[in-house]
């Protein structure tokens, strides 16, 4: 009865190790929703590149498809990063950035902090689980670099062009728990299509203890 006992402990120890795929900073990827093609994340070291390739059918409404590597965050945090996604082709509303979910099912409430082939450039949230996708466009197509800060209710949003002064908006109110899963992600917007983007100069912060 001790060595099955023994057994089982070894296997859920295996099985919980083999769950996470750490990737750089972050503590784990996967896809998230019912995705046909399965995603990746890979970090090169050399270049402190983050790639993520993944599909899924959208990011909106009341339900997400997509690729995703975060880090489990508790309260204030800043992540920063500079997205590209690879190719000129594709649905004209695939995307990568940041985002900040309350957990991994698709429906999730989130806050995300995106760049789309078309070059719209947009905070996109779901202040509940379930409820539909609410959008604010930033006016600046393309931006190269991307910062989302949460500062207790409120989350900032920061983006620019390199070597260009930051454009923000303080969007308040947002009520989520305290620990949320924060990184990067990629939507093809095409449950068909497997696309890929590339993340330079990522950075998290959070609040001293």
Known sequence: MKKLCLVLVFMLVFLGLKAQNPVGLFENHAD?????????????????????????????????????????LKGDFIITTQPTLMGSGGDVHKKAGIIARTGVDTSSAMVCLTVHLDGLTAFQFRKKNGANTEEIKIPMLAAD????????????????????????VEVPDIDFPEE????????????????????SNTRVFTALK
């Open 145 to 168: 670099i991307l910062q989302l800060e949460r500062r207790g209710r409120s989350y900032f949003v920061s983006v620019a062009k390199l070597g260009q002064p930051f454009w923000s």
């Open 32 to 72: 998230i929703g019912p995705v046909i093609n399965k995603g990746s994340a890979i970090y090169d070291a050399s270049s402190r590149k983050y790639t993520l390739t993944g599909s899924g059918n959208s990011m909106w409404f009341k339900r997400d498809e997509f690729h995703f590597a975060w880090k489990k």
């Open 180 to 199: 949320l899963l924060v990184g990067l992600f990629i939507c093809s917007h095409n449950p068909k299509v497997i696309e890929q983007a590339t993340f």
